[in-house]
């Protein structure tokens, strides 16, 4: 099953970028990644300036946010520190894709959304149909 089963591609690629450089953010300010209470709030603050999106499609990237928020820092701890991360977002907490920081996260979450990849640390990422 793919993601255009669940919602927009472009939806859920927006989605997993906001919940991933919103862990990224958490995780450079206090050393601990987002509670599960922390990646709902986000999720409805990002539907509310966004839209609607499929419940099955919001929990499934939820879970995953923070995995792959995981792996782009050990890939790069420079790119995704605090002063980095301190420009991800601007005016109603919306994403400054011009960041370089969240044009790379949105990189990676567009290849994962889009191609099914599988994901070691969460298994698969999506099923291709």
Wanted: net charge neutral.
């Amino acid at each position: 099953m793919s993601w255009s089963n669940y919602a927009d591609t472009d939806a859920c690629t927006d989605l997993l970028t906001y919940l991933v450089v919103s862990q990224l953010l958490r995780h450079s300010l206090t050393g601990k990644w987002l509670t599960a209470g922390h990646a709902v709030e986000f999720t409805h603050l990002w539907m509310y300036v966004n839209g609607p999106l499929d419940l099955l499609a919001r929990v499934s990237l939820a879970s995953r946010a923070q995995a792959l928020s995981a792996q782009m820092l050990r890939v790069s701890k420079q790119l995704f520190d605090a002063k980095s991360l301190a420009s991800a977002f601007v005016d109603s907490g919306r994403l400054d894709y011009r960041s370089p920081a969240v044009a790379e996260v949105h990189r990676v979450c567009m290849a994962l959304v889009v191609s099914g990849l599988r994901f070691p640390e969460s298994g698969i990422w999506c099923d291709a149909d």
